[in-house]
């Protein structure tokens, strides 16, 4: 017998620590993980209890199969009474249906045979005499975390749900069985419910553990595997209802119940711990980093960053806090605060001299058209404060020519040696060329192509915006999700990479975008956009450093993504040994 408080304390860092990430998580994103120990936690007691593991059996407690003979006495008894349908009977459990062995107590029977089953329905719109507040109407939706979490969404009339004549009394399990199959939760009074769902009423008050034998793994893998699929899976009832479940005698099922309610708000303290430690953590490294942020100057910021530095290994310890603090970085860069400034370095006033005498000599020569004057740069549009040396200059005073991609289809051509990209394309750096990518022919690449060359940044503006690559002697013409500009001289293609992946240029994306149904940056917006320009050489330098502690964020998630596997290996493990030892 598992001594499961004991499996709980004793391994309490491992259930605590087993951590997955749901989703990956863009800029601006909201955190989203999965306390994967502790969700193992759960299915090992529900794993432990339909198998007779989790309390101990009661030599004096009456078996399984006297539950069972008053189960068909109450069943023969609603059938008398008319308050059921007879059904055909059920076969016998076999040998091979029996996945592990249960106490000599207890019993294999199938669902069906402890209950009456029933599908919903949907009474019809159009009938407005069957809609009203007397009987709740249960759509899968109300079904979260094992409980109906709303019983007033939506209801029935007293017609409208006889009409129906599918009603579940208190006392019953409802379980999804369409779509996301397995979502279950016990009825506290009479209900109706949709298509979606079966119920099963079970002759004896039972509902508590039956719930529980429903909810838990064996039970859930059954349903799937048992479940078709085309475009949506469906469980019917009938194969629903044939699912073998292990029966407990009644007392046993009162402490199985009370045991795993018990062990159950143990792993909801559990939880919120976590929860509390996770939120503490986030709010500490929020205002560590925003001290770096705050600094004055360069020598504040190295002795503020000297003492996060020491502190590493205990600070960053999630993803979320490492992506937090590379935008720190970059933020840091460009507030001209990652590395010291060089009075002997050119000012950036005297590079936008040269940048425009360059650009005024293309126009002379008939390369680029002469672009309409912006006007300055206000003081409301300069988000920070930059160091002596610099200064914001527009985008468009920094490129020689800027425009997006073709505005519409071009004609394909599957043997094609040229590639129609998009903002989804373009990567770190790099175009990439995607199986599904698009071939066009000669002709369409030289009717569409565009003036790029080993100057020219390219940046997704519709959909997913911000993605960066550079170009790099690609056979390609551009969709109009790629936005492309050639910077003059002076002005390095890996700084303004930096300055697109940073939070500023983030939040100026986010005011100055559009949005139907998805989010699209124009053109006029790219031009206007303020940019913090640092001297050429300094430019470098903030290169270097950043990809010097962009390495060291990589080694920090790299070790931490080990760790993280190890922890989830380890929780599947420790399930598996629970179990066999039990």
């Given at each position: 017998?598992?001594?499961v408080?004991?499996?709980?304390?004793?391994?309490?860092?491992?259930?605590?620590?087993?951590?997955?990430?749901?989703?990956?998580?863009?800029?601006?994103?909201?955190?989203?993980?999965?306390?994967?120990?502790?969700k193992?936690?759960?299915?090992?007691?529900?794993?432990?209890?339909?198998?007779?593991?989790?309390?101990?059996?009661?030599?004096?407690?009456?078996?399984?199969?006297?539950?069972?003979?008053?189960?068909?006495?109450?069943?023969?008894?609603?059938?008398?009474?008319?308050?059921?349908?007879?059904?055909?009977?059920?076969?016998?459990?076999?040998?091979a249906?029996?996945?592990?062995?249960?106490?000599?107590?207890?019993?294999?029977v199938?669902?069906g045979?402890?209950?009456?089953?029933?599908?919903?329905?949907?009474?019809?719109?159009?009938?407005?005499?069957?809609?009203?507040?007397?009987?709740?109407?249960?759509?899968?939706?109300?079904?979260?975390?094992?409980?109906?979490?709303?019983?007033?969404?939506?209801?029935?009339?007293?017609?409208?749900?006889?009409?129906?004549?599918?009603?579940?009394?208190?006392?019953?399990?409802?379980?999804?069985?369409?779509?996301?199959?397995?979502?279950?939760?016990?009825?506290?009074r009479?209900?109706?419910?949709?298509?979606?769902?079966?119920?099963?009423?079970?002759?004896?008050?039972?509902?508590?553990?039956?719930?529980?034998?429903?909810?838990?793994?064996?039970?859930?893998?059954?349903?799937?595997?048992?479940?078709?699929?085309?475009?949506?899976s469906?469980?019917?009832k009938?194969?629903?209802?044939?699912?073998?479940?292990?029966?407990?005698?009644?007392?046993?099922?009162?402490?199985?119940?009370a045991?795993?309610?018990?062990?159950?708000?143990l792993?909801?303290?559990?939880?919120?711990q976590?929860?509390?430690?996770?939120?503490?953590?986030?709010?500490?490294?929020?205002?560590?980093?925003?001290?770096?942020?705050?600094?004055?100057?360069?020598?504040?910021?190295?002795?503020?960053?000297?003492?996060?530095?020491?502190?590493?290994?205990?600070?960053?310890?999630?993803?979320?806090?490492?992506?937090?603090?590379?935008?720190t970085?970059?933020?840091?860069?460009?507030?001209?605060?990652?590395?010291?400034?060089?009075?002997?370095?050119?000012?950036?006033?005297?590079?936008?001299?040269?940048?425009?005498?360059?650009?005024?000599?293309?126009?002379?020569?008939?390369?680029?058209?002469?672009?309409?004057?912006?006007?300055?740069?206000?003081?409301?549009?300069?988000p920070?404060?930059?160091?002596?040396?610099?200064?914001?200059?527009?985008?468009?005073?920094?490129?020689?020519?800027?425009?997006d991609g073709?505005h519409?289809?071009?004609?394909?051509?599957?043997?094609?040696?040229?590639?129609?990209?998009?903002?989804?394309?373009?990567?770190?750096g790099?175009?990439?060329?995607?199986?599904?990518?698009?071939?066009?022919?000669?002709?369409?690449f030289?009717?569409?192509?565009?003036?790029?060359?080993?100057?020219?940044?390219?940046?997704?503006?519709?959909?997913?915006?911000?993605?960066?690559?550079?170009?790099?002697?690609?056979?390609?013409?551009?969709?109009?999700?790629?936005c492309?500009?050639?910077?003059?001289?002076?002005?390095?293609?890996?700084?303004?990479?930096?300055?697109v992946?940073?939070?500023?240029?983030?939040?100026?994306a986010?005011?100055?975008?559009?949005?139907?149904?998805?989010?699209?940056?124009?053109?006029?917006?790219?031009?206007?956009?303020?940019?913090?320009?640092?001297?050429?050489t300094?430019?470098?330098?903030?290169?270097?450093?950043?990809?010097?502690?962009?390495?060291?964020?990589?080694?920090?998630?790299?070790?931490?993504?080990?760790?993280?596997?190890?922890?989830?290996?380890?929780?599947?493990?420790?399930?598996?040994?629970?179990?066999?030892?039990?």
């Open positions: 017998m598992a001594a408080e004991q499996l709980v304390t004793d391994y309490l860092d491992l259930w605590t620590a087993a951590i997955k990430r749901r989703s990956a998580a863009g800029r601006g994103s909201s955190r989203k993980i999965e306390l994967y120990g502790v193992k936690l759960r299915e090992l007691i529900l794993e432990l209890a339909v198998r007779g593991l989790l309390v101990l059996q009661a030599p004096n407690d009456e078996t399984a199969s006297e539950l069972l003979k008053k189960i068909a006495a109450e069943k023969a008894k609603l059938l008398k009474e008319g308050k059921i349908k007879k059904e055909k009977p059920l076969p016998t459990v076999e040998d249906e029996m996945p592990f062995d249960i106490p000599a107590n207890w019993a294999w199938r669902l045979e402890i209950g009456n089953t029933q599908t919903g329905g949907t009474p019809k719109k159009s009938d407005s005499n069957h809609y009203g507040s007397d009987v709740p109407f249960i759509k899968p939706g109300d079904i979260i975390d094992g409980e109906i979490t709303s019983y007033e969404n939506d209801g029935l009339t007293f017609d409208g749900a006889t009409d129906l004549g599918r009603i579940a009394p208190p006392d019953s399990i409802l379980m999804v069985c369409i779509g996301t199959i397995g979502k279950c939760a016990r009825t506290d009479s209900v109706t419910f949709n298509q979606q769902i079966n119920s099963v009423s079970p002759y004896l008050p039972l509902g508590r553990y039956i719930k529980q034998v429903l909810q838990s793994g064996y039970f859930q893998r059954l349903a799937w595997k048992n479940s078709a699929s085309t475009t949506i469906i469980l019917n009938g194969k629903w209802e044939a699912i073998p479940l292990p029966l407990a005698p009644l007392a046993e099922q009162h402490r199985i119940v045991k795993v309610d018990e062990l159950m708000a792993c909801d303290q559990l939880e919120a976590t929860d509390a430690s996770l939120s503490a953590h986030e709010i500490l490294v929020e205002t560590l980093l925003g001290v770096l942020t705050g600094t004055g100057d360069h020598a504040q910021f190295a002795t503020a960053w000297q003492r996060i530095a020491e502190h590493f290994d205990t600070l960053f310890t999630t993803e979320e806090s490492i992506d937090q603090l590379k935008q970085i970059l933020q840091l860069a460009l507030m001209g605060k990652l590395v010291p400034q060089d009075p002997n370095d050119e000012p950036a006033s005297e590079l936008l001299k040269r940048i425009s005498a360059e650009k005024a000599e293309l126009v002379k020569e008939g390369k680029i058209r002469n672009a309409k004057p912006l006007p300055p740069i206000a003081a409301t549009e300069k920070i404060e930059l160091p002596n040396g610099w200064g914001f200059y527009r985008l468009q005073e920094l490129v020689s020519i800027l425009g073709l519409g289809t071009p004609s394909y051509d599957d043997d094609g040696d040229y590639f129609f990209i998009n903002g989804n394309n373009l990567n770190d790099s175009i990439q060329i995607k199986p599904d990518t698009k071939r066009v022919g000669l002709g369409e030289e009717k569409h192509k565009k003036e790029l060359n080993n100057r020219t940044v390219l940046i997704s503006i519709n959909g997913t915006i911000g993605n960066v690559a550079f170009f790099n002697d690609e056979q390609v013409i551009l969709g109009k999700s790629a492309y500009f050639n910077l003059l001289s002076g002005i390095e293609k890996l700084y303004i990479k930096r300055f992946e940073s939070p500023l240029f983030f939040h100026y986010a005011s100055q975008a559009t949005a139907t149904t998805i989010s699209n940056l124009g053109l006029k917006a790219i031009n206007a956009f303020p940019i913090p320009v640092p001297p050429t300094e430019q470098q330098r903030i290169i270097a450093k950043v990809d010097e502690l962009f390495a060291l964020c990589d080694q920090l998630k790299f070790r931490l993504t080990d760790a993280q596997v190890t922890q989830l290996h380890l929780a599947d493990a420790l399930t598996e040994k629970a179990l066999a030892r039990a």
